[in-house]
């Protein structure tokens, strides 16, 4: 590859700042502190972009989003130039959305980061196979409790983590990002019973398979920084996040606490 070429890539990474992504659909709470992204290096801690007490839903003028207990809810996120990690989803009654814990017993579904979405060039092998820069929307589905009652505020969580190449290092990886968007549910059969979380694997480098690419740890809270927080310079873009998380190599797996699935097993990727 040229020389231009290669600095353009690196320049679109680059340009995406020190890594991150966000919840887009349905709408996250944003927040104000980090520009609506909520990366565990800089600093918010999750489990929210922002906490329920500045959550825009507590708003009486802003619409709320009916959802139905069976109903197939469209998640969706930009994949913001940044190749592979998993996706965790959650739900949790709203008055519960500061909690880790409950977000941590009420997990929906794992998926992969690159689901329905890849780089914008897939012969652009600088950073490896299928790791170049593109900002297509990936998008999953989840399916709405049926053990919610009707009228019931809940919370759905969305984690990124395992996601790689921190400003153009092939052997890093990204800290986790949180988000969160607000529903009310009303409708759709009841049944009391609590669902099984689920993996749905297949990425951008494996599709149809039941593994996705990831770097660093399989697991939430192995990139989370603990208490840590970055002491920000001045002039020094770096200082303003704790990332990299874990250097490594590309792996590819599934998340954490599925393993036994026959196929699986987390794995250093061949060289390309």
């Known amino acids: 590859m040229h020389f231009s070429a290669t600095l353009a890539v690196v320049s679109a990474l680059v ?12 709408p996250s709470r944003g927040n104000v502190k980090w520009w609506g992204t909520c990366a565990a290096g800089a600093g918010c801690k999750g489990p929210c972009d922002s906490p329920k007490a500045e959550s825009p839903f507590n708003n009486n ?29 959650a739900m949790v ?49 989840v399916t709405v409790p049926s053990n919610i009652p009707d009228n019931t505020a809940v919370t759905l969580q969305w984690i990124w983590y395992g996601g790689g190449i921190y400003y153009g290092e092939m052997d890093t990886s990204f800290g986790e990002y949180y988000g969160c968007s607000d529903l009310i549910v009303n409708g759709g059969p009841f049944a009391d019973v609590k669902p099984v979380a689920t993996f749905a694997g297949g990425d951008a480098t494996y ?5 996705c690419k990831y770097w660093g740890s399989n697991k939430v809270g192995d990139c989370s920084f603990g208490d840590r927080v970055p002491n920000p310079v001045d002039g020094d873009l770096l200082s303003q996040s704790l990332e990299p998380c874990i250097r490594g190599p590309q792996l590819k797996g599934q998340p954490a606490g ?7 097993g987390n794995q250093t990727l061949p060289a390309y």
Not at 66 to 76: F, K, W
Not at 96 to 124: H, I, M, R
Not at 258 to 264: A, D, R, T
């Open 207 to 211: 599709p149809n398979s039941d593994v």
């Open 61 to 89: 003028y802003v619409p709320k989003k009916y959802i139905q207990r069976g109903q197939q809810l469209d998640v969706g996120w930009n994949r913001l130039n940044h190749p592979g990690g998993f996706v965790r989803l």
């Open 15 to 26: 340009a995406s700042c020190a890594g991150h992504s966000q919840l887009a659909t349905p």
């Open 258 to 264: 599925f393993g036994s699935i026959p196929g699986s």
């Open 93 to 141: 009654p709203f008055n519960q959305s500061d909690s880790w814990s409950a977000f941590n017993d009420n997990v929906l579904k794992y998926t992969c980061y690159e689901t329905n979405c890849g780089p914008s060039d897939a012969t652009n092998k600088v950073f490896g196979y299928l790791n170049g820069a593109g900002n297509d929307p990936c998008s999953t589905t």
